[in-house]
T-cell receptor, first 112, second 115 residues
Framework: NAGVMQNPRHLVRRRGQEARLRCSPM?????VYWYRQLPEEGLKFMVY????????ESGMPKERFSAEFPKEGPSILRIQQVVRGDSAAYFC??????????FGPGTRLTVL | AQKVTQAQTEISVVEKEDVTLDCVYE???????LFWYKQPPSGELVFLIR??????QNEISGRYSWNFQKSTSSFNFTITASQVVDSAVYFC????????????FGSGTKLNVKP
């Protein structure tokens, strides 16, 4: 049973470009979460999704960031017009209902 | 206000020493869950333990043990006879029953175990 998959593991973008981060949850998990970890800091909750629904996006910046979890395929975290401050590790986690979250290996985004 | 506080930013010990990582949390909910995760240098997050607020029994798993004390809102983690492979950043996290799926992480404690 494969764990949570994230790709790419490393992503480099120039300022103003778009970044797309993908997350495939563990088999049988219908809940996906995205977190951001700035250098030397803990993880900060961004958004919680179930299939085709955003349940809680209270941690998402109001502009440039969006997330989706379609009926088919991985969850996508999209960052438009990236800025240097977006450089961070982005972690995806999945869980069955009301259980501990299992984290993917993260995507390290570097904005030049 | 910070919901989870890990006051120790970095700890260095010599192999075989015991080490305790502190975690203090804050919540008004009576039902909540506490977690510990390990982040080794490779960067992934490894789940270590989940504890719910109604279970104050301490837990031991091999060299790892956890001390949950509601009276002091603490959930401390002790590694006995530390090993170099224990070197990592350790995160404590809280989720509240009102919104279980939202985890609040502490800022982490970096543990360096030297040979």
């Amino acid at each position: 049973n494969a764990g949570v998959m994230q790709n790419p593991r490393h992503l480099v973008r120039r300022r103003g470009q778009e970044a797309r981060l993908r997350c495939s949850p563990m088999k049988g998990h219908s809940h996906v979460y995205w977190y951001r970890q700035l250098p030397e800091e803990g993880l900060k909750f961004m958004v919680y999704l179930q299939k085709e629904n955003i349940i809680d996006e209270s941690g998402m910046p109001k502009e440039r960031f969006s997330a989706e979890f379609p009926k088919e395929g991985p969850s996508i975290l999209r960052i438009q017009q990236v800025v240097r401050g977006d450089s961070a590790a982005y972690f995806c986690a999945s869980s069955p209902l009301l259980a501990e979250q299992f984290f993917g290996p993260g995507t390290r985004l570097t904005v030049l | 206000a910070q919901k989870v506080t890990q006051a120790q930013t970095e700890i260095s010990v010599v192999e075989k020493e015991d080490v305790t990582l502190d975690c203090v949390y804050e919540t008004r909910d009576t039902t909540y869950y506490l977690f510990w995760y390990k982040q080794p240098p490779s960067g992934e997050l490894v789940f270590l333990i989940r504890r719910n607020s109604f279970d104050e029994q301490n837990e031991i798993s091999g060299r790892y043990s956890w001390n949950f004390q509601k009276s002091t809102s603490s959930f401390n983690f002790t590694i006995t006879a530390s090993q170099v492979v224990d070197s990592a950043v350790y995160f404590c996290a809280l989720s509240e029953a009102r919104n279980f799926n939202k985890f609040y992480f502490g800022s982490g404690t970096k543990l360096n175990v030297k040979p």
